[in-house]
């Protein structure tokens, strides 16, 4: 199986702040790699699609990188509905498929 | 616009078999753009796969559940359901059904019913 090792698994910034979420595969998927974004008691929300494709209607300052086995999620301006929990996900022809253990990103 | 929604006993004894069912309004269950799926979230923790079905295609299952569950479509209720048996308190979780609607994945969700609190418990 492929696993899926998000780091950190909590971090905390203020509004206004850059911050990068790291996803490692332990093997390559090439770009099959998707972020969501969950909020307390709601269900995920795609945010990125083949690593760095934005979903329709998320804001701009999110952006997606990488490629092989180490991709990153940024939020450029952290703003305060961005406080929440993010998953990364591989959706590679690798069967089965698996979400990372998921980040908190927290108010500082 | 797509919309789900999960229903089903939100309490199961140990030993006895869980049965959700996912409503689909907004289009069909048979579209050959949709992909179906199940996900589940124990309380505080993160989100496992359970499984993906697509109409007139196959069925794949997270291999750690697989000989305990069945996911299917009722195409005349256009609905998905999901059945785990033997649970126990393990399996309890928050049960999301979700949707990939642009025809190529098993499991990139773009939308996602709102969920349900299942609780094993005797």
């Known amino acids: 199986d492929i696993q899926m090792t998000q780091s950190p698994s909590t971090l905390s910034a203020s509004v206004g702040d850059r911050v990068t979420i790291t996803c490692r595969a332990s093997?390559?998927?090439?770009?099959?790699l998707a972020w969501y974004q969950q909020k307390p008691g709601k269900a995920p929300k795609l945010l990125i699609y083949?690593?760095?494709s934005l979903e329709n209607g998320v804001p701009s300052r999110f952006s997606g990188s990488g490629s092989g086995t180490e991709f990153t999620l940024t939020i450029s301006s952290l703003q305060p509905d961005d406080f929440a929990t993010y998953y990364c996900?591989?959706?590679?022809?690798?069967?089965?498929?698996?979400f990372g253990q998921g980040t908190d990103l927290e108010i500082k | 616009q797509l919309q789900m929604q999960e229903s089903g006993p939100g309490l199961v004894k140990p030993s006895e078999t869980l049965s959700l069912t996912c409503t689909v309004s907004?289009?069909?269950?048979?579209?050959?753009?949709?992909?179906w799926g199940w996900i589940r979230q124990p309380p505080g923790k993160g989100l496992e796969w359970i499984g993906s079905?697509?109409?007139?295609?196959?069925?794949y299952y997270n291999p750690s559940l697989k000989s305990r569950v069945t996911i299917s479509v009722d195409t005349s209720k256009n609905q998905l359901s999901l059945k785990l048996n033997s649970v126990t308190a393990a399996d309890t979780s928050v049960y999301y059904c979700?949707?990939?609607?642009?025809?190529?994945?098993?499991?990139?969700?773009?939308?996602w019913g709102q969920g349900t609190l299942v609780t094993v418990s005797s």
């Open positions: 083949k690593a760095s």
């Open positions: 979700a949707s990939h609607t642009r025809g190529y994945s098993y499991v990139l969700f773009d939308s």
């Open positions: 093997q390559s998927i090439n770009s099959w």
């Open positions: 996900q591989h959706y590679s022809s690798t069967y089965p498929w698996t």
């Open positions: 907004g289009g069909s269950i048979r579209a050959t753009n949709y992909y």
């Open positions: 079905i697509y109409y007139g295609g196959s069925t």
